[in-house]
């Protein structure tokens, strides 16, 4: 028997997770930004979010480095 990639796995369980689901987001937290977000449910960000508990720590370290916290940021 092989065994698939755990990234394979989760991937699958993901989309077997939301194959009835039409339209919709989550909130979800996101800690490395101190907040909590709406992403749609399709984003390739929310499953890497829910997955890893992370969203990109490269971006993160730039964004704590450059950007004022007391101002809103919009990553697109």
């Known amino acids: 028997m092989i065994i698939k990639p755990k990234a394979r796995r989760f991937e ?3 989309n077997s997770l939301f194959e009835s689901v039409e339209k919709g987001s989550l909130i979800v ?3 490395d930004f101190k907040g909590i ?5 399709r984003s390739h960000i929310l499953q ?3 997955k ?3 969203y990109e720590p490269e971006l993160v370290e730039l964004v704590k480095k ?5 101002k809103d940021v919009l990553d697109i």
């Open 12 to 14: 699958e369980f993901y």
């Open 29 to 31: 937290r996101v800690p």
């Open 37 to 41: 977000f709406e992403i749609d449910f």
């Open 48 to 50: 890497r979010i829910l």
């Open 52 to 54: 890893t508990k992370h």
């Open 66 to 70: 450059h950007i004022d916290p007391q």
